[in-house]
C-alpha cells in the first residue's frame, strides 16, 4: 500500500521554526520527485519545495527561499521540511507528495498525496 503520512505541524509564534515529517511508503519514497505543498484557507493549493533524491537537486517557491529547506532521509524513507523565521502568512495545511516523473508544482501532476498536517503562525 502507498502511503505519505505527514506529521510535525503545530502553533507556533511568528518567527519560530517548525520541522514537518513525511513518512513515505517504499513505493512512494522511490519516486523521481518528492515535494511538499501547502493550501491556506480560502487560497489554491501551492507547491512549497521539492527534491529529486537521485541527485539531490532542490526546487523552493519563491516566498519560501532561504526559509525552508527539504531534506530525506534515506534510512527511514522520511522526508523533512525544515521552516525557520515562519510568518503568519505560512499558516496554512501542508502536505507531502511525490510524483514518478519531473517535479510539478501542480498538486494534480503528482501521484501520490498524503492527507496534510496543520500548520499556524500568530502574529
Known amino acids: 500500500q502507498v502511503q505519505l503520512v505527514e506529521s510535525g505541524g503545530g502553533s507556533v509564534q511568528a518567527g519560530g521554526s517548525l520541522r514537518l515529517s513525511c513518512a513515505a511508503s517504499p513505493t512512494a519514497f522511490g519516486s523521481f520527485c518528492l515535494g511538499w505543498f501547502r493550501q491556506a484557507a480560502g487560497k489554491e493549493r501551492e507547491g512549497v519545495a521539492a527534491i529529486v533524491p537521485a541527485n539531490g537537486d532542490t526546487y523552493y517557491a519563491d516566498s519560501v527561499k532561504g526559509r525552508f529547506t527539504i531534506s530525506q532521509d534515506n534510512s527511514k524513507n522520511t522526508l523533512y521540511l525544515q521552516m525557520n523565521s515562519l510568518k503568519p502568512e505560512d499558516s496554512a495545511m501542508y502536505y507531502c507528495?511525490?510524483?514518478?516523473?519531473?517535479?510539478?508544482?501542480?498538486?494534480?501532476?503528482?501521484?501520490?498525496r498524503g492527507k496534510g498536517t496543520l500548520v499556524t503562525i500568530s502574529s
Open positions: 507528495a511525490a510524483r514518478d516523473s519531473y517535479c510539478s508544482v501542480s498538486w494534480r501532476d503528482m501521484d501520490y
